[in-house]
């Protein structure tokens, strides 16, 4: 164990407990508790706070304050049904969630997706990545005063959220991605919606740039704050911008590729500081080169079906139950029961625009998981938030939590 | 790849592992109580990756004893702290040294382990503090015009003298 992380495993070990009796009015110590009820906590987050003036001495998260119980809602439901639960995970980045379980329970069902679902699960995996770093960079720029990136963010967001309203008919939790391929084709006239974005983009991404990359009052409140190291990102298992922020040259697209992330080529942004504005570069950078996938999978996404077509899986085509008693009897096997999935357990991991999403399922071969556990990235990398903004002044937590990018509802399932 | 371990061999073997440079991505526990084997009824699913490899690997942990116990690998990752809170919380498995092992989603008065498979789910009550329905401890203010004699019933409903069942 390197010295880094036995401090690391020294300060865990104070715990709850410790923290709040090391309050000392006599040393001019306070023990302050931050939210959950606070604009700049994204969400219901509650972080404990040892100030000793404006220093942060300690930063403890609290959390569970949105638990719902979702994973054990899962198994009440069977394995289409389980979709709409995973996708109210991490609510900015629902695709992800419903792209993970269900290349987990593929993968135990044993089948082949066609190659036009696995293009148009990442290519909203792609908006999906674009729309949700809109939302960290509006809010990320809202943390530090500046108020109008905020309103530049959800405007270019707002153009996504309108392609998913047209695509899935929902503008968030679309339960879309489904064992076996994606639930409806491409509407007509997508080419041009997307075309629409990836026209618009670039652009966009230049003005959010001249608007913070530059700013003096931005790289003053985001250059060398919140500063975390290699080993520390490492031993706190950080995985997406906060680790490539620290030079770990890992991308899950890249390094191990799954759907159609073999057919485009695209580069992983690195930078090695390990502050907010390193995430903040890495993560803006990012966004250009998802315009770029999105650009290539769009020039090739092929024809053919968009679900996998095997009856026992997937509904009929409502114009076969008229004369097919076949289907008729299918559709009410799966609507009322469901498919069974042969027992055994697998872990997929796609890389969400928080880092790794994996999703470990396991089945006792029924119609419903017998668990359904998700990895959420939020989660994980919420323990090197105290690292960060351990001996930082308490006004440059907020940019530390905006880099994180927590969502409490992939926190606390 | 998947393998098994015994709570004993676990920390050593974790402790080997990570000197190779595998990383603990996430670790979940799993209630056996309807699979077969149903025994040891608590596993401990750990899943590692290895950036130079580019590969994964599952390893399962027994948990045995009564409570069921496995060590804890928050010394050798760190990042398995609230992982193994969160096993503790839902599932009720101990990790022997864990440096604060407590409630981490559920609120900490909590009774009992939710995802556990015999978790009476909707058979949890209500959180209410019972109050009865109409407050008769004065005379005079009795609900009924001709003043007959009233009392509450086991229920707290109001029951007039002579009313038949």
Same mark, same amino acid.
């Given at each position: 164990?390197?010295?880094?992380?036995?401090?690391?495993?020294?300060?865990?070990?104070?715990?709850?407990?410790?923290?709040?009796?090391?309050?000392?009015?006599?040393?001019?110590?306070?023990?302050?508790?931050?939210?959950?009820?606070?604009?700049?906590?994204?969400?219901?987050?509650?972080?404990?706070?040892?100030?000793?003036?404006?220093?942060?001495?300690?930063?403890?998260?609290?959390?569970?304050?949105?638990?719902?119980?979702?994973?054990?809602?899962?198994?009440?439901?069977?394995?289409?049904?389980?979709?709409?639960?995973?996708?109210?995970?991490?609510?900015? @980045?629902?695709?992800?969630?419903?792209?993970?379980?269900?290349?987990?329970?593929?993968?135990?069902?044993?089948?082949?997706?066609?190659?036009?679902?696995?293009?148009?699960?990442?290519?909203?995996?792609?908006?999906?990545?674009?729309?949700?770093?809109?939302?960290?960079?509006?809010?990320?720029?809202?943390?530090?005063?500046?108020?109008? #990136?905020?309103?530049?963010?959800?405007?270019?967001?707002?153009?996504?959220?309108?392609?998913?309203?047209?695509?899935?008919?929902?503008?968030?939790?679309?339960?879309?991605?489904?064992?076996?391929?994606?639930?409806?084709?491409?509407?007509?006239?997508?080419?041009?919606?997307?075309?629409?974005?990836?026209?618009?983009?670039?652009?966009?991404?230049?003005?959010?740039?001249?608007?913070?990359?530059?700013?003096?009052?931005?790289?003053?409140?985001?250059?060398?704050?919140?500063?975390?190291?290699?080993?520390? @990102?490492?031993?706190?298992?950080?995985?997406?911008?906060?680790?490539?922020?620290?030079?770990?040259?890992?991308?899950?697209?890249?390094?191990?590729?799954?759907?159609?992330?073999?057919?485009?080529?695209?580069?992983?942004?690195?930078?090695?500081?390990?502050?907010?504005?390193?995430?903040?570069?890495?993560?803006?950078?990012?966004?250009?080169?998802?315009?770029?996938?999105?650009?290539?999978?769009?020039?090739?996404?092929?024809?053919?079906?968009?679900?996998?077509?095997?009856?026992?899986?997937?509904?009929?085509?409502?114009?076969?139950?008229?004369?097919?008693?076949?289907?008729?009897?299918?559709?009410?096997?799966?609507?009322?029961?469901?498919?069974?999935?042969?027992?055994?357990?697998?872990?997929? @991991?796609?890389?969400?625009?928080?880092?790794?999403?994996?999703?470990?399922?396991?089945?006792?071969?029924?119609?419903?998981?017998?668990?359904?556990?998700?990895?959420?990235?939020?989660?994980?990398?919420?323990?090197?938030?105290?690292?960060?903004?351990?001996?930082?002044?308490? @006004?440059?937590?907020?940019?530390?939590? #905006?880099?994180?990018?927590?969502?409490?509802?992939?926190?606390?399932? | 790849?998947?393998?098994?371990?015994?709570?004993?061999?676990?920390?050593?073997?974790?402790?080997?592992?990570?000197?190779?440079?595998?990383?603990?991505?996430?670790?979940?526990?799993?209630?056996?109580?309807?699979?077969?084997?149903?025994?040891?009824?608590?596993?401990?699913?750990?899943?590692?990756?290895?950036?130079?490899?580019?590969?994964?690997?599952?390893?399962?942990?027994?948990?045995?004893?009564?409570?069921?116990?496995?060590?804890?690998?928050?010394?050798?990752?760190?990042?398995?702290?609230?992982?193994?809170?969160?096993?503790?919380?839902?599932?009720?498995?101990?990790?022997?040294?864990?440096?604060?092992?407590?409630?981490?989603?559920?609120?900490?008065?909590?009774?009992?382990?939710?995802?556990?498979?015999?978790?009476?789910?909707?058979?949890?009550?209500?959180?209410?503090?019972?109050?009865?329905?109409?407050?008769?401890?004065?005379?005079?203010?009795?609900?009924?015009?001709?003043?007959?004699?009233?009392?509450?019933?086991?229920?707290?409903?109001?029951?007039?003298?002579?009313?038949?069942?």
């Amino acid at each position: 164990m390197s010295t880094t992380e036995k401090l690391i495993h020294e300060v865990e070990a104070r715990g709850e407990g410790a923290f709040v009796e090391s309050f000392d009015p006599q040393e001019g110590r306070m023990v302050i508790n931050m939210g959950p009820v606070h604009p700049s906590t994204h969400g219901v987050l509650r972080l404990l706070l040892e100030l000793d003036g404006e220093i942060v001495n300690e930063c403890l998260p609290v959390i569970g304050y949105l638990h719902t119980g979702m994973e054990k809602e899962c198994e009440d439901n069977n394995w289409r049904g389980a979709v709409t639960i995973v996708t109210r995970m991490d609510y900015l @980045a629902p695709l992800f969630n419903e792209q993970a379980y269900s290349m987990a329970v593929e993968q135990l069902l044993g089948i082949e997706v066609p190659p036009r679902a696995l293009y148009i699960r990442t290519l909203l995996a792609e908006m999906n990545r674009l729309s949700s770093h809109l939302v960290w960079w509006g809010t990320q720029g809202l943390d530090m005063g500046a108020m109008s #990136a905020m309103f530049y963010g959800f405007r270019e967001r707002e153009l996504i959220l309108d392609f998913y309203e047209m695509v899935t008919g929902l503008r968030m939790n679309h339960g879309y991605i489904i064992p076996g391929g994606v639930w409806e084709d491409l509407p007509p006239g997508w080419e041009r919606a997307v075309r629409n974005i990836t026209d618009q983009m670039p652009r966009r991404i230049k003005d959010y740039e001249a608007l913070l990359t530059e700013n003096p009052i931005f790289l003053e409140r985001t250059k060398g704050i919140g500063v975390i190291t290699r080993e520390e @990102a490492r031993a706190l298992g950080a995985t997406g911008p906060i680790a490539r922020a620290v030079g770990i040259d890992w991308d899950l697209r890249r390094d191990m590729p799954y759907e159609a992330y073999d057919d485009v080529s695209f580069d992983v942004p690195i930078a090695t500081e390990g502050d907010v504005y390193a995430r903040y570069r890495v993560r803006v950078a990012e966004m250009r080169e998802s315009v770029k996938i999105i650009e290539q999978l769009m020039d090739k996404m092929p024809s053919g079906d968009f679900k996998n077509m095997d009856p026992k899986l997937t509904h009929p085509p409502r114009a076969e139950m008229a004369h097919s008693m076949e289907a008729v009897i299918h559709h009410f096997k799966l609507s009322t029961q469901g498919y069974q999935v042969p027992a055994g357990e697998a872990y997929v @991991a796609v890389e969400s625009p928080r880092g790794e999403l994996g999703a470990y399922i396991v089945s006792d071969g029924g119609t419903s998981p017998y668990r359904c556990h998700v990895r959420d990235p939020s989660f994980v990398n919420l323990q090197s938030l105290s690292h960060m903004v351990r001996g930082g002044l308490l @006004a440059d937590l907020v940019a530390s939590i #905006a880099s994180t990018d927590p969502i409490m509802g992939g926190v606390d399932r | 790849m998947t393998t098994t371990h015994s709570p004993g061999e676990w920390l050593d073997r974790a402790r080997a592992l990570h000197a190779e440079g595998w990383q603990l991505m996430d670790l979940a526990g799993l209630d056996r109580l309807r699979l077969a084997p149903a025994d040891p009824r608590f596993v401990v699913v750990v899943q590692l990756i290895n950036h130079e490899l580019k590969q994964r690997q599952t390893i399962h942990i027994r948990a045995e004893g009564d409570p069921s116990s496995v060590p804890s690998i928050s010394e050798v990752w760190p990042t398995a702290n609230f992982m193994e809170r969160e096993a503790y919380d839902l599932l009720g498995i101990n990790f022997e040294g864990h440096p604060n092992l407590t409630r981490i989603l559920m609120p900490d008065q909590w009774e009992g382990h939710p995802l556990r498979k015999d978790y009476g789910v909707g058979k949890v009550p209500v959180e209410f503090i019972p109050q009865p329905l109409l407050q008769i401890d004065a005379p005079g203010q009795s609900p009924n015009a001709d003043g007959a004699a009233t009392h509450l019933d086991h229920l707290g409903q109001v029951v007039i003298e002579g009313d038949a069942p």
